[in-house]
Nanobody, 125 residues
Framework: QVQLVESGGGLVQAGGSLRLSCAAS????????MAWFRQAPGKEREFVAC???????TISDSVKGRFTISRDNAKNTVYLQMNSLKPEDTAVYYC???????????????????WGQGTQVSVSS
């Protein structure tokens, strides 16, 4: 049974920082691509970032330079460091996982097999 559990969301002021965590269980973490998506009310789920082991990552242009994705295979955990937060970053943030496929950069919802429950990030002006 695969489980992804997000944590670290909350309410912050614009310009502040948060670090989200996603703890995975029930899968071989090192052979899975891990990703973060977000969804604001009334909008489609949007790609934020993904990474593979070792060292490969992709960041959405909308957050590039402000957000960083990383992982700790020993802890089966992927992180999203969010700096210089803006009100438009307000959304529910979801962790997702899919098996690594050579030559692919999975950035769409349909490419991911497993999802967490989401964690709310709210950024005030």
């Amino acid at each position: 049974q695969v489980q992804l559990v997000e944590s670290g969301g909350g309410l912050v002021q614009a310009g502040g920082s948060l670090r989200l965590s996603c703890a995975a269980s029930g899968l071989t973490f090192s052979v899975y691509t891990m990703a973060w998506f977000r969804q604001a009310p009334g909008k489609e789920r949007e790609f934020v970032a993904c990474n593979t082991w070792p060292g490969g990552s992709t960041i959405s242009d909308s957050v590039k330079g402000r957000f960083t994705i990383s992982r700790d295979n020993a802890k089966n955990t992927v992180y999203l460091q969010m700096n210089s937060l803006k009100p438009e970053d307000t959304a529910v943030y979801y962790c997702a996982a899919t098996p690594v496929a050579a030559g692919l950069l999975p950035i769409s919802v349909r490419q991911y097999n497993y999802w967490g429950q989401g964690t709310q990030v709210s950024v005030s002006s």
